[in-house]
Nanobody, 127 residues
Framework: QMQLVESGGGLVQAGGSLRLSCVASGRTFSPFSSYSMGWFRQAPGKEREIVAGISWSIGSTYYPDSVKGRFTIFRDNAKNTVTLQMNSLKPEDTAVYYC?????????????????WGQGTQVTVSS
């Protein structure tokens, strides 16, 4: 079983930056390097959507158009961490952000395709 813990959320003005981190742990889970990782967000009344994904084999990445050029995902397998760097933040980026993991080797995916989830961290962007 894998546990994921996010950190780094907070309140920021529009145009600002935040860096979210997610640390994986667990006594029996497979090596972190064998999981594809994703960052999702969910705003009130909206579905959970992916904002960045990174595969485990070659580290390919995926970003939807809404965040492309502003968000960057990267991983450090030695530290069991995945990070989301968010720049040029907009009020519409306000949401709870979640880290997720799955074994399937792909940078894309919908929420129901991921097996493990963190508890989420709030990001609020003021105008």
């Amino acid at each position: 079983q894998m546990q994921l813990v996010e950190s780094g959320g907070g309140l920021v003005q529009a145009g600002g930056s935040l860096r979210l981190s997610c640390v994986a742990s667990g006594r029996t889970f497979s090596p972190f390097s064998s999981y594809s990782m994703g960052w999702f967000r969910q705003a009130p009344g909206k579905e959970r959507e992916i904002v960045a994904g990174i595969s485990w084999s070659i580290g390919s990445t995926y970003y939807p158009d809404s965040v492309k050029g502003r968000f960057t995902i990267f991983r450090d397998n030695a530290k069991n961490t995945v990070t989301l760097q968010m720049n040029s933040l907009k009020p519409e980026d306000t949401a709870v952000y979640y880290c997720a993991a799955r074994k399937f080797d792909s940078s894309r995916g919908q929420a129901h395709e991921y097996d493990y989830w963190g508890q989420g961290t709030q990001v609020t962007v003021s105008s």
